[in-house]
């Protein structure tokens, strides 16, 4: 048998099952007429949404082509979240389709990796449950698609693997961005902060920091490829490793870069220094996601949050000193065990000091294995159902009354689509990351065009070029 030698370095072992892959991708193509078609499916944040890229370039790479799912590809990936209970339903639920799905397509592949497959449980319920599925990977060993799924195409399946951890972490390797004018960039992996409702640090491991000039090369080549906005991603950027507000300035220096964004800010984290940063730089987004989970200095605790509702509400005083316009959202969860009447009040009180721009409120999940799912005084359904809907409806009134504040004004947008309802408009976002609607021509897509906002309409805009 021929045995060529395979790399055993990454990311040259992936190349070589990339070239492998394609020269499968050939035959397949010579024998149906059409090549292999795939899908992904992302559920999670954007950390997730990033890594999809990646899996994408690596299929396309290998010859594979991107249809929808309606198309019924030859590949269908999914890339799951487990962080509340009903991200974990969505994937069995999606899962049944498929089922059927591949009974009229004998041929098809099922893959699933991401967060919820870092769960012993979950994969136990697919082999015995789900027995559709062809392929299962983790998020310490995403980069490694080419690889098993040669495996799976050459020895058969399930192809399944599954890693508790990794020192490796394997960049380089191609990505298929959703829009050539914008691209994720990873500056961190995992979490150490062990808040005590969240199962991230332990499907996405410790915290590991890339090497700035790794990541300015990074971006570098992405700008060098027309992207204009560049979004920093970790789970707790201010804790990156090698000096956050110095890789901001530094990536906002890079020729071609227009807009930088960054994403997740950990309120305990956030120096004076990167506020500073922000102002002193107009290229970074006038916006801070700042999740502040709860108002109630004794919920922050057991949280395990690290910061009180008054140092809070002091950081957002100090960065509107500095950045009075500036847009902050949050994320706020509502019934975390012993969460009283008195702090959920609490919890209010802050949105209606903060005034957040936009807030994503959700119902506490219990996350087997994370210390909150044992806490006593787990709040009944039925109270957290009334805390919800009042928190709603206040962050919505805010949000409402602070998007009214730009009005009439004129700001640079990022026009990114065609809108979805009118062809005849575009949809950009303001630094602020504010959604806006204009009638214009698709040609500007990609382009940072100033539009004059003359609509507020809730939480977007109606607006003209
Ligand atoms: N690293 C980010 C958050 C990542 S998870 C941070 O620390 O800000 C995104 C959001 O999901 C969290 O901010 C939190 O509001 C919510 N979340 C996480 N675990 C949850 C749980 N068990 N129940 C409900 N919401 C949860
Ligand atoms: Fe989860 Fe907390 Fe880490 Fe955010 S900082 S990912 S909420 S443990
Ligand atoms: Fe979900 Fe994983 Fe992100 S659990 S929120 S996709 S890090």
Redesign the pocket.
């Known amino acids: 048998m021929e045995q060529v030698n395979i790399p055993v370095t990454e990311p040259d072992r992936q190349y070589h099952f990339m070239n492998l892959l394609s020269e499968h991708v050939f035959d397949m193509t010579s024998k149906n007429g059409t090549s292999p078609t795939f899908n992904v499916t992302t559920f999670g944040c954007q950390m997730n949404a990033h890594d999809s890229e990646k899996l994408k370039g690596i299929l396309t790479t290998a010859g594979f082509t991107e249809v929808s799912e309606e198309e019924t590809p030859d590949l269908v990936i999914l890339n799951t979240c487990t962080v509340r209970e009903n991200a974990n339903q969505k994937l069995y639920g999606h899962l049944g389709l498929l089922k059927s799905l591949k009974q009229k397509n004998p041929g098809m592949m099922i893959g699933l990796c991401g967060c919820m497959m870092q769960e012993s449980h979950v994969i136990e319920t697919i082999k015995s449950k789900y027995r559709h599925v062809d392929l299962v990977f983790g998020t310490h060993n995403i980069y490694k698609l080419a690889e098993l799924l040669y495996r799976l195409l050459t020895e058969g399946g399930p192809v399944i693997e599954i890693l508790d951890g990794t020192d490796t972490v394997v960049e380089a390797l191609p990505q298929k961005r959703k829009y050539p004018f914008k691209g994720g960039v990873n500056i961190m992996y995992g979490?150490n902060?062990?808040?005590t409702y969240?199962i991230?640090?332990y499907v996405r491991g410790r915290e590991k920091s890339r090497p700035k000039e790794e990541i300015l090369a990074e971006v570098s080549s992405l700008a060098k490829d027309g992207a204009k906005e560049i979004m920093l991603l970790g789970?707790?950027v201010n804790s990156y490793a090698y000096d956050f507000p110095g890789l901001l300035s530094e990536v906002a220096a890079i020729e071609g870069v227009e807009r930088v964004r960054f994403m997740t800010s950990?309120p305990k984290d956030l120096s004076d220094r990167l506020i500073d940063v922000i102002a002193s730089e107009e290229k970074i987004a006038r916006h801070i996601h700042l999740p502040v989970q709860s108002g109630s200095s004794a919920i922050l605790k057991k949280m395990n949050r690290v910061y009180t509702k008054e140092s809070y509400l002091d950081l957002v005083n100090r960065i509107r000193a500095k950045l009075p316009d500036i847009s902050i959202t949050t994320d706020i969860i509502v019934g975390f065990p012993g969460e009283t009447e008195t702090d959920f009040e609490e919890t209010l009180d802050v949105c209606r000091k903060v005034r957040y721009d936009q807030a994503f409120t959700f119902i506490y999940s219990k996350r087997t294995g994370t210390p909150a799912a044992v806490f006593p005084d787990q709040v009944p359904p039925e109270v957290i159902k009334d805390r919800f809907d009042r928190l709603l409806a206040t962050v919505n009134q805010i949000a409402t009354e602070r998007t009214a504040r730009f009005a009439g004004s004129t700001r640079s947008v990022l026009v990114e689509d065609i809108n979805r309802q009118d062809a005849g408009y575009l949809t950009g976002r303001t630094s602020e990351n504010l959604t806006v609607h204009f009638p214009g021509d698709p040609s500007l897509i990609g382009q940072i065009v100033d539009v004059k906002l003359t609509e507020p309409k809730g939480f977007y805009y109606m607006g003209e070029l």
Do not use: K, L, S, T
């Open positions: 979490c902060n062990f808040c969240c991230v640090p789970q707790n950990h």
